[in-house]
């Protein structure tokens, strides 16, 4: 509209004519605003982060994680965090997880079980991933159609040169005591290899301390790479 000469109307008449400018001028500004949140919701690139309990992962803040995107976290880091979905499917796991209740409020998801098939709350896969719970959560996400999932905590080899058990839980219920032998990584390696590979559209990035372990398997693998703490923290304005 353009500049109202208040000279060639009535009092009145310019206060209409006046509202009518302001009304028009803020359904403008309304629909610039709306464009441009559509623009910036197209132009994001959709992440998430998969947590597993490597102590790699020791020094990121999960908290932060889910200020840049969805996460998905397992077992025990329901105690201390509440990622967007836990994934557990250990029985002794899927057990204190009942008795405290969490999955009555939050997103659990777990493989079909006897034991537990009658508690409530909780998700089930169908069928079965038979799966350790890392590669399991890193599949769901893939499923939910990210363009780029950082995998977090997936060390795979054992503390103290190997040889030690490798999980930021070590020492609490339900896991074994860090001075135990480190845990075969095998099956993990195999399914989180599985997983990465049947998903080809999509952008993996394994985050690893600086001298954290890199499979020769996942070096083979054209949609994944991996990048160091330091370089995943500074990429993301993360402290």
Not at 4 to 28: M, V
Not at 113 to 128: D, E, L, R, T, V
Request: charged share 20%; proline share 4%; with cysteine.
């Amino acid at each position: 509209m353009a500049k109202i000469d208040k000279t060639q109307y009535t009092k009145e008449q310019y206060k209409i004519l006046k509202a009518a400018a302001k009304a028009e001028k803020a359904a403008k500004v309304n629909i610039v605003e709306s464009i441009s949140i559509q623009q910036h919701l197209k132009s994001k690139i959709p992440i998430s982060f998969v947590l597993g309990n490597g102590t790699s992962r020791a020094d990121i803040s999960p908290t932060e994680l889910q200020q840049l995107g969805k996460v998905y976290g397992c077992n025990a880091l329901y105690r201390s965090f509440t990622p967007d979905y836990l994934i557990a499917v250990d029985t002794k796991m899927i057990i204190e997880i009942n008795k405290s209740g969490y999955q009555q409020n939050n997103q659990v998801w777990t493989n079909p079980n006897k034991i537990y098939a009658n508690m409530q709350g909780f998700n089930f896969f169908q069928p079965s991933k038979g799966w350790s719970s890392g590669p399991t959560a890193l599949w769901l996400a893939s499923q939910h159609g990210y363009d780029t999932i950082y995998i977090l905590g997936f060390d795979y080899v054992g503390t103290n040169g190997g040889k030690t058990f490798n999980n930021v839980f070590a020492d609490t219920e339900n896991y074994k005591s860090s001075k135990d032998t480190a845990t075969y990584y095998g099956n993990w390696l195999r399914q989180t290899k599985s997983v990465i590979q049947a998903h080809g559209k999509i952008k993996y990035v394994r985050v690893i301390a600086p001298d954290n372990f890199v499979p020769d398997e996942l070096n083979k693998i054209a949609n994944l790479k991996h990048i160091t703490v330091d370089m995943f923290k500074k990429m993301h304005s993360l402290p």
